[in-house]
């Protein structure tokens, strides 16, 4: 049956996600809804689409009161993480399922049970994806035997910019010219520091041991490209190094290209892919 699904924020993984279901890279799958607080952004997106017609909204109260909202299977949150504490509860006790792209507000532990318990009452599921990274499921399948779990993310300082850990420490990115460590603590910390980047980091907390004992390192290089992370786990199972060296977005530095491609995968297997192809 086809799935009827809802966005909010129209973004770089906004417009990805609703350009996948136009031209139907996602199967049975209908766009019915957009949502961004820009009412530019979700009319532009529209006029963009060749063959579904959502409803748009700049204005939370009146989406859960609309029809088109109702109808929504599936609302996938791509805006900000103030958006998800804002209305990914009230989502979820709305009987939808929800996809969670801005993961960096699960760092909040009071939300993360809040949304939990809302959902073992309610019909609908949370998905978080695996993100600009790779590997999460084989932390999950090693989660009760992982002894460490570390993050190192590289990016081009530019990639960084606006993160408050330059106003705390008084510096610009700008003003880095050489690789430099700007950040060695654990998953919570750095949420604080680099909440725009730190998506990642919460996706491999809640796979594995938890934002508080997950250690993340953020590397400023003047000279990426790419934006990188690395992956090392180790216990009892063994260990599990993984490397991803991701494409940035044209229209959005700080989001990697693998990022919208992973919530793209999510929602074709929300929207019922028969063959499930890993774990
Ligand atoms: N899980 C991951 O691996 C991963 C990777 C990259 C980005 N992200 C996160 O996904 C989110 C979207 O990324 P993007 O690159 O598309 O961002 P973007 O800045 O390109 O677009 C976000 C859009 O959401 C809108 N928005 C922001 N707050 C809103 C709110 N409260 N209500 C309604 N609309 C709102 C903005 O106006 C904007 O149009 C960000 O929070 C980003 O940090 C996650």
Same mark, same amino acid.
């Given at each position: 049956m086809q799935k009827k699904i809802g966005i909010i924020g129209c973004g770089t993984i906004g417009h990805e996600l609703s350009f996948a279901i136009d031209n139907s890279s996602v199967e049975n799958a209908a766009l019915v809804f957009l949502f961004d607080t820009i009412t530019t952004a979700s009319l532009s997106l529209k006029d963009s689409l060749i063959n579904n017609n959502p409803a748009t909204f700049s204005n939370f109260s009146d989406l859960i009161s609309?029809?088109?909202?109702?109808?929504?299977?599936?609302?996938?949150?791509?805006?900000?993480?103030?958006?998800?504490?804002?209305?990914?509860?009230?989502?979820?006790?709305?009987?939808?399922?929800?996809?969670?792209?801005?993961?960096?507000?699960?760092?909040?532990?009071?939300?993360?049970? &809040?949304?939990?318990? &809302?959902?073992?009452?309610?019909?609908?599921?949370?998905?978080?994806?695996?993100?600009?990274?790779?590997?999460?499921?084989?932390?999950?399948?090693?989660?009760?035997?992982?002894?460490?779990?570390?993050?190192?993310?590289?990016?081009?300082?530019?990639?960084?910019?606006? &993160?408050?850990?330059?106003?705390?420490?008084?510096?610009?990115?700008?003003?880095?010219?050489?690789?430099?460590?700007?950040?060695?603590?654990?998953?919570?910390?750095?949420?604080?520091?680099?909440?725009?980047?730190?998506?990642?980091?919460?996706?491999?907390?809640?796979?594995?041991?938890? &934002?508080?004992?997950?250690?993340v390192r953020v590397i400023a290089d003047p000279r990426a490209t790419r934006n990188e992370h690395k992956i090392t786990a180790i216990g009892k199972f063994g260990e599990i190094s993984i490397m991803v060296r991701n494409v940035p977005s044209p229209s959005n530095p700080r989001t990697s290209f693998l990022a919208s491609l992973s919530a793209i995968e999510c929602l074709r297997r929300m929207c019922g892919n028969k063959i499930r192809i890993g774990t």
């Open positions: 609309s029809k088109q909202f109702r109808m929504a299977d599936i609302v996938v949150e791509a805006a900000s993480q103030e958006a998800v504490r804002a209305y990914a509860k009230k989502i979820v006790l709305s009987d939808k399922s929800l996809m969670i792209m801005s993961t960096g507000a699960l760092s909040d532990s009071h939300l993360v049970h &809040a949304l939990y318990n &809302a959902a073992t009452k309610h019909d609908g599921h949370i998905y978080v994806p695996t993100g600009a990274i790779a590997g999460i499921d084989a932390i999950c399948s090693v989660r009760h035997l992982l002894d460490f779990v570390m993050l190192t993310t590289t990016k081009n300082p530019k990639s960084l910019a606006g &993160a408050p850990y330059f106003n705390l420490r008084k510096t610009k990115p700008e003003s880095i010219k050489k690789k430099t460590l700007l950040y060695d603590g654990n998953a919570i910390d750095a949420a604080t520091m680099f909440p725009s980047n730190i998506n990642v980091a919460m996706v491999l907390s809640l796979a594995g041991r938890g &934002a508080r004992n997950t250690r």
